[in-house]
């Protein structure tokens, strides 16, 4: 399915005098509001191919109807959302879910569609029909060398296929660690986990980055090789300068301060990139901002300072990506909706006066440092989004326009009721 130019401006015509009322009021009070309009216009979020079908738990997975079936169809998902707001311009794979068979005819594709090709991601967290040998204790740490090399082996493959594909980042998650107490020697284990990390940092071409993913817990649950940014950020230093740690922010334990992580990653020059994502109780895979916005807000509060004190470019210095796969929402509305609420954050991070902050800071004035936080976060900031939008020939309301068009009874009229797509 593909959406017409003159349906996009026919939507934003519609919406198009309350809009420039809210916009126009807005834009009074905000001296920078133009600098904010294009940023937001050059800031892009990567959706992972993963994300496109419906998620599920261990209880069960309810697939929603129309799902994408091929590499190609998922690339056309993304191809309708980037038109619907014009700020998910890249797609990340997941290999080996995802293995281009014709990685020149997907380039064409995906140029098409206007998208470009993130972070690559291997998965040796799950067996794959007729892998050789398991990974059910572990893969980059495991106590059987060969099992490791199996592990190197596969992410050099991902490296690979990102080449064909002009990638330049490969994202390592490892669901490595152990269930029970004194099922693992930690110390091994790290070692091991470095030095296949280090073979496969050997294979990385030299504008490539390796992002380090971490996670404290699931699916082991008494311990995880790369547990914590600490971890991370250990094999990250000991790997050189073209590893990076990578923050998913369903990954922390409960009431983790992530802004401070974020914060003293990027002092480090060592975050290198970003899956958001919102949770309640763990990796829920839920719809970013959907709970706790303010904490988002705060986060890219940090993200901007850090970046700005470094001269990091906010659109390009980071690997920016959705991590999600909810149950129950269409799985392209929810990205629209993360989308538009990380837009939203790093619009009400642009807003705050920073050097008022820092003043208030110094005059350990906490009343304000609080008040100059909450006037951005308080601020609604919808009408530049909708304005960067607009400028961009997206939709000024990309959900609303989803469901005017039909997209996805389209899309099952096209790939029918019954279909799944490959992924969690
Ligand atoms: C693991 O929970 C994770 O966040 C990693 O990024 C994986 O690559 C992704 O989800 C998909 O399994
Ligand atoms: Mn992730």
Redesign the pocket.
Known sequence: MKIERYQIDEHNRSLSQGHQRRFEFLAQDISRAEEIIQNLIKFQIAI?S?ALGTGGTRFGRFSGGGEPRSLEEKMEDIGLMHQLNQSSGAISL?IPWDIPENAQSVKVLAAQYGLRFDAM?SNT?KDQPGQELSYKFGSMQHVDRAVRKQAVDHNIEVIRHGIELGSKSL?V?LSDGSCFPGQLNFRKAFQNTLESLQEVYAALPDDWKIFV?Y?AFEPNFYSTTVGDWGQSLLFTSKLGPKAYTLV?L??HLPNANIEQIVSLLLMEGKLGGF?FNDSKYG?DDLTAGSIKPYQLFLIFNELVAGMDAKGIDHATGLGWMI?ASHNVKDPLEDLLQSVEAIMIAYAQALLVDTAALEQARQENDVVRCQEILQSAFRTDVRPLVSEARLRSNAAINPVQLFRELKVREKLIGERGLKTVATG?
């Open positions: 992972p993963w997941h991601n967290f994202t998650w993913e996670k998913d369903g990954h899956h990796d991590d969690l």
